[in-house]
């Protein structure tokens, strides 16, 4: 598959600003926001491309969750951390696409554990046609991904093995839970390192390994991404609990309607001086919506979603510190706009 990368300035119509709405990424360089722009469009071209399929089943089921967009955060990073070499080539887009192929895998398989029916603004796979089906489009777009990887050498080819099984045993965590003696806080903080901070830890190293930069910077993108990616689910915690639906975009309290305990209530249950009440209510999924109003007033006021704010805060510091060693560049400053926009959007 050959996609060749846009000049200069030639990125596509409406691409540049829908990259400057793009979780918080500040990209004051013009070059770099059209060059970025202009990747991504790229990728999203070999998205559609590689979900091809002759069975109109696994063709519609696959293309579904491509076309309902997303940030696509993923491939962004990919193309971002390339900017620390000197190649900006074929493999670069293709390891981006294949991350974000990854990306949707997951969010298959996520749907069908959490019985979800929206996904993305659009009806999930499971809901239009059925679990089977959104089992089975996931294992599509992972084995597409491997495919694209391949082409990538046997060293990208294992450490997207890798990510797999970071990927499986950070969702196996979270559905058995901690064990006795396991402190919950501990347990959880590791969950999101798995599930979401393994694959843009992988996202970072690509696009350096692929660009050609050097192995310390490749590493660096690494902890960066490993510790970026765990301040997402982080700041996600906080503002489903702190903000109100209008500014959300859904309702409030979706992790209290699901019974999923999230860091500011883990640390309000390990208060001793939480209010019982709240304690009572955290109990399992609450499903009255004056009960789940009930729950986000006494969680606001309680000690929990203070420290969860002050664990973002040191997870937001230690990804900017992971960047010092990377060259000055305005790449480095678009990395360090998301730290900060990931802790500013919290309050």
């Given amino acids: 598959m050959s996609v060749s990368s846009p000049p200069p300035g030639a990125a596509r119509d409406g691409a540049v600003e829908d990259l400057r709405a793009t979780v918080g990424l500040q990209i004051q360089d013009e070059p770099l926001l059209r060059a970025i722009a202009g990747g991504l469009a790229d990728v999203e071209t070999m998205l559609r491309d590689v979900v091809k399929s002759d069975v109109p089943a696994v063709h519609d089921a696959a293309l579904h969750l491509v076309e309902a967009g997303g940030k696509r955060f993923r491939p962004l ?84 093995a890798e990510t797999f099984g970071e990927l499986v045993s950070g969702q196996m965590r979270e559905t058995v839970g901690p064990g006795p003696g396991d402190d919950p806080v501990e347990h959880y903080l590791t969950v999101i390192a798995q599930k979401t901070g393994s694959l843009i830890a992988t996202s970072g190293r690509f696009g350096g390994m692929m660009s050609g930069a050097a192995e310390e910077h490749i590493q660096a993108l690494r902890r960066f991404g490993d510790i970026i990616g765990a301040a997402f689910q ?107 926009y990931l802790v500013a959007r919290t309050f």
Avoid at 134 to 151: E, K, M, N, P, Q
Avoid at 244 to 273: F, I
Wanted: charge should be negative.
């Fill in 234 to 340: 982080i700041s996600d915690d906080v503002i489903d609990i702190a903000s109100p639906s209008v500014e959300l975009g859904k309702a409030q309290g979706t992790d209290l309607r699901e019974g999923v305990r999230t860091l500011p209530m883990l640390y309000a249950l390990a208060d001793p001086d939480t209010d019982p009440r709240l304690v009572e209510l955290l109990a399992g999924p609450i499903t009255d919506d004056d009960l789940v109003a009930e729950a986000l007033e006494l969680l606001r006021r309680s000690s929990g979603l203070e420290r969860a704010r002050e664990t973002l805060s040191d997870y937001a510091s230690r990804a900017r510190a992971e960047l010092a060693s990377l060259p000055a560049s305005p790449a480095r400053d678009a990395c360090e706009s998301v730290a900060d």
């Fill in 77 to 160: 990073f990919t193309l971002l951390s390339a900017q620390f070499g000197p190649k900006q080539g074929e493999q670069v887009l293709i390891a981006a696409a294949a991350v974000e192929l990854v990306h949707l895998a997951t969010l298959y398989h996520d749907d069908v554990m959490d019985e979800a029916t929206m996904r993305r603004g659009a009806e999930s796979v499971n809901s239009r046609w059925d679990n089977t089906v959104a089992i089975l489009t996931g294992d599509y777009l992972f084995a597409h991904a491997s495919r694209l990887v391949a082409d990538l050498g046997t060293d990208a080819a294992r450490i997207i």
